[in-house]
């Protein structure tokens, strides 16, 4: 499964149209709106996280650019809070890329964040949420939906 944060940006002409729903009975992807808000020009912004097969996605995000809506992706990144893990190994079965692994024979828990996609299904599977993810801060969020995290 392919899961990805974007920001879209809605022209004003079409800020209350059924864009969403259209996306996922089309394409079949499921969505998690994070946040949304109209500016002050009453452009519509939303930040979302898609999840589904990447050709799925990325025929979404082309239907997207046929309405004029702006969509860019959004870089995470996950960290560990070593203070949380208490080494259950839950996220090792789930992670896709390897970066959550059992070390032998100590049985500890591993984290190596180079080899993350930024995928987030160690985050709901973790039973304390030690896992966490951020929003890259070098991508140029709005002001206004900036806190997000
Ligand atoms: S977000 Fe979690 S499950 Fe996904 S690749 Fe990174 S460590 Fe693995
Ligand atoms: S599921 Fe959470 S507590 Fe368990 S090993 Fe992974 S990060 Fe640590």
């Known amino acids: 499964m392919y899961t990805r944060i974007y920001v879209l940006r809605f022209p004003k002409d079409i800020v209350e149209q059924p864009i969403i729903c259209q996306l996922v009975k ?3 992807v499921e969505f998690n709106i994070l946040k949304a808000t109209i500016l002050p020009q009453h452009e519509g912004v939303m930040i979302l996280e898609l999840q ?3 050709e799925n996605i990325k025929k979404g995000l082309k239907f997207l650019k046929g309405l004029n809506v702006k969509a860019e992706s959004v870089a995470t990144s996950i960290h560990r809070d070593d ?3 208490f080494q259950c190994g839950a996220c090792t079965g789930i992670c896709p890329t ?3 692994y059992i ?3 100590e049985m500890n828990v591993v984290f190596e964040p180079e080899k993350c996609s930024g995928c987030g299904l160690c985050v709901t599977v973790c039973p304390v949420r030690a896992m966490e993810v951020f929003l890259d801060r070098n991508s140029s969020l709005p002001e206004s939906v900036a806190e997000v995290h």
């Open 52 to 54: 589904g097969h990447k």
């Open 98 to 100: 390897g970066a959550l």
């Open 26 to 28: 089309q394409f079949d």
């Open 83 to 85: 203070d949380k893990c």
């Open 103 to 105: 070390m032998r024979p």
